[in-house]
């Protein structure tokens, strides 16, 4: 069945550093979304990518598809203290038979 | 957007009974979905509630211990039967605003903590 990694599966940073976290699938991807999850929340959508190659911004994060829409990645500059949570990606096949999430990059930031 | 809440919002019981967990929506929405998270663990989804017809589930999971039901648009219950404590688990549902089929954005529940002793 379709699988989705995610690397790192943990990561600590100091405040001000930055974070990247890659979610890569074994399958083509329709659409791929990238979710947060706070200690002991719920997970919040943050972006939707669609197209091949897309490249979307939302203040400090950066998110982008990949061409062959297999993989993406998650990017936060400067980290502050309220970025620390679980980074989710969501994939949903071609065949939009599947709806599958990530195994999860956990980041923590020390002040 | 999507306001969703659950009830409960943690129970502990008995290995062997079942407990009924239900799901509002503040408006209609065509794809609900219930799942399944341990601590520390991604999400893994148990099944599609489909309004007016049996629940889609997927591999691992089976109606006869995890019956749900979507009376409406607005309403669901997932249901988990003869209780073990490998249940023990948080539960959340989630609507997709997209409709049919296509996905658009996944608001959840708060969740149900479900401990099984």
């Known amino acids: 069945g379709q699988q989705v990694m995610q690397i790192p599966q943990y990561q600590h940073v100091q405040e001000g550093e930055d974070f990247t976290t890659y979610c890569n699938s074994s399958t083509t991807l329709s659409n791929i979304q990238w979710y947060k999850q706070r200690p002991g929340g719920h997970p919040v959508f943050l972006i939707q990518?669609?197209?091949?190659?897309e490249v979307k911004k939302q203040k400090r994060l950066t998110f982008q598809f990949g061409e062959a829409k297999k993989n993406s990645s998650l990017h936060i500059t400067a980290t502050q203290t309220t970025d620390v949570g679980t980074y989710f990606c969501?994939?949903?096949?071609?065949?939009?038979?599947?709806?599958?999430f990530g195994t999860g990059t956990r980041l923590l930031v020390s002040p | 957007s999507a306001v969703i809440s659950q009830k409960p919002s943690r129970d502990i019981c008995q290995r062997g009974t079942s407990l009924t967990i239900q799901c509002q929506v503040d408006s209609q929405v065509t794809m609900m979905f219930w799942y399944r998270q341990q601590p520390g663990q991604s999400l893994t989804l148990i099944a599609t509630?489909?309004?007016?017809?049996?629940?889609?589930?997927e591999s691992g999971f089976v109606i006869d211990k995890f019956p749900i039901s979507r009376p409406n648009l607005t309403f669901s219950t997932l249901t988990v039967s003869n209780m073990s404590p490998e249940d023990s688990s948080i539960y959340l549902c989630?609507?997709?605003?997209?409709?049919?089929?296509?996905?658009?954005?996944?608001?959840f529940g708060p969740g149900t903590r479900l401990t099984v002793t």
């Open positions: 989630s609507v997709d605003t997209g409709w049919w089929g296509a996905s658009n954005k996944q608001y």
């Open positions: 969501w994939g949903e096949n071609t065949g939009f038979q599947k709806l599958v």
């Open positions: 990518l669609v197209k091949s190659g």
């Open positions: 509630a489909n309004q007016g017809s049996e629940a889609t589930y």
